[in-house]
């Protein structure tokens, strides 16, 4: 399994914008291949921080999604609103059980 972890810092006026875009990404990102999960956290403990994480079958098909249109398109969007360059913390793991 290939995770990415991707904090995001905007304007308190600037989060719900930014939100919107990466929910109204959500459909198309969770229907690309290897998509496990994509969930996105608003902060908190502040009004400015947005925690996205991926979770994928595999690295390759992470690298899928960062050559994408709608990666692209996120971008675009996104970076105006970001107040600090974006951290993307990316992790090989191995699934050791799922409990529900």
């Known amino acids: 399994m290939f995770i990415a ?5 905007t304007t308190a006026a600037d989060r719900p ?9 959500r ?6 291949p290897g998509n496990v999960a994509f969930r996105v956290y608003a902060a908190r403990e502040n009004d400015t921080r947005i925690t996205v ?4 079958e595999d690295q390759v ?13 996120s971008g675009k969007a ?18 050791l059980e799922t409990v529900g």
């Open 5 to 9: 972890v991707l904090d995001v810092s």
């Open 17 to 25: 914008a930014a939100l919107a875009t990466l929910d109204g990404e």
């Open 27 to 32: 459909d198309e990102v969770l229907a690309m």
């Open 53 to 56: 994480v991926h979770e994928w």
């Open 61 to 73: 098909s992470f690298e899928g999604y960062l050559a994408s249109a709608v990666f692209e398109r």
């Open 78 to 95: 996104l970076r105006p609103l970001m107040t600090d360059a974006p951290v993307s913390r990316r992790f090989h793991a191995d699934l």
